[in-house]
C-alpha cells in the first residue's frame, strides 16, 4: 500500500504533463498588414520644390547633411547618401540613414523637387556567455559557464522616419544653404 501512494502522485503528475500538450492552442489574432496604412497623400512631408536647379539642389542637401555630422556615402547625378550613428544609451546604439533625391520640375529644370527619406535602425548589444567543455573519462564530457563572454551589436528595430517636423528642419536647412551658395556667386 505504501507503494501505491508514491506511485500515484508520480502517475498523476506524469498524465497533467501528457495532458498540456494535447490541448489545443488558441488561435493568435492576425493584426493589420502594414501596407495598409499607407495613405499615398498629397503631402509634402517627404519633398519640397526649390527654385534651383538639381546639382545645386542635391549639393544644398549634401552640405545641410555634412553641417549636422552626417557621413556623405554617395552624392552625384541626383542623389545624396548619409548616415550618422548615435548611442543614446550605454548598450544602444542607433544610425540615422539619409536619402535624398534631386528631380528637375519644369519646362528648362530650373527648378528641382528633393524628395527625402530617412531610415532610423536601432542596434542591442546581445552578450552571449561563453562555455568550455572539461573531458572526465569517468564521467564524460561536462560544459562549464566560463567569466567571458562574446559581446556583438544585433539590429532590433528598422524603421522610416514618418515625422514631419524632422523633414522639416532639414528642408529649411537647405534653403539657408542654397541661399548662401547662391550669395557666394
Same mark, same amino acid.
Given at each position: ?5 508514491? =506511485?500515484?502522485? *508520480? %502517475?498523476?503528475?506524469?498524465?497533467? =504533463? ?5 490541448? $489545443?492552442? =488558441? ?17 509634402? *512631408?517627404? !519633398? ?24 556623405? #556615402? ?5 542623389? +545624396? ?5 548615435? /548611442? $543614446?544609451?550605454?548598450?544602444?546604439? +542607433?544610425?540615422?540613414?539619409?536619402? +535624398? ?16 527619406? %530617412? ?9 552571449? $556567455? /561563453? %562555455? %568550455?567543455?572539461?573531458? +572526465? ?5 561536462? #560544459?562549464? $559557464?566560463?567569466? !567571458? ?23 529649411? =536647412? ?6 548662401? *551658395?547662391?550669395?557666394?556667386?
Amino acid at each position: 500500500m505504501p507503494r501505491i501512494r508514491l =506511485l500515484a502522485p *508520480t %502517475a498523476l503528475l506524469g498524465l497533467l =504533463l501528457s495532458g498540456c500538450g494535447v490541448l $489545443p492552442s =488558441l488561435p493568435e489574432k492576425p493584426g493589420k498588414p502594414v501596407y495598409q496604412g499607407e495613405r499615398f497623400a498629397a503631402e509634402e *512631408t517627404f !519633398s519640397r520644390l526649390f527654385d534651383a536647379n538639381v546639382d545645386d539642389t542635391c549639393e544644398a542637401a549634401r552640405r545641410a547633411l555634412l553641417s549636422q555630422g552626417y557621413v556623405i #556615402s554617395k552624392a552625384g547625378a541626383g542623389i +545624396v547618401q548619409g548616415a550618422k550613428r548615435f /548611442q $543614446p544609451e550605454g548598450e544602444v546604439h +542607433v544610425e540615422i540613414g539619409f536619402n +535624398v533625391v534631386c528631380v528637375g520640375d519644369g519646362p528648362k529644370q530650373q527648378v528641382a523637387t528633393a524628395y527625402v527619406s %530617412a531610415q532610423q535602425d536601432r542596434y542591442a548589444l546581445k552578450k552571449s $556567455p /561563453q %562555455a %568550455a567543455s572539461l573531458g +572526465v573519462s569517468a564521467l564524460g564530457s561536462i #560544459s562549464l $559557464p566560463l567569466s !567571458s563572454t562574446q559581446d556583438s551589436m544585433v539590429k532590433v528595430a528598422s524603421e522610416t522616419i514618418p515625422a514631419g517636423e524632422f523633414y522639416d528642419r532639414f528642408f529649411t =536647412l537647405m534653403q539657408r544653404m542654397l541661399r548662401e *551658395t547662391a550669395a557666394d556667386h
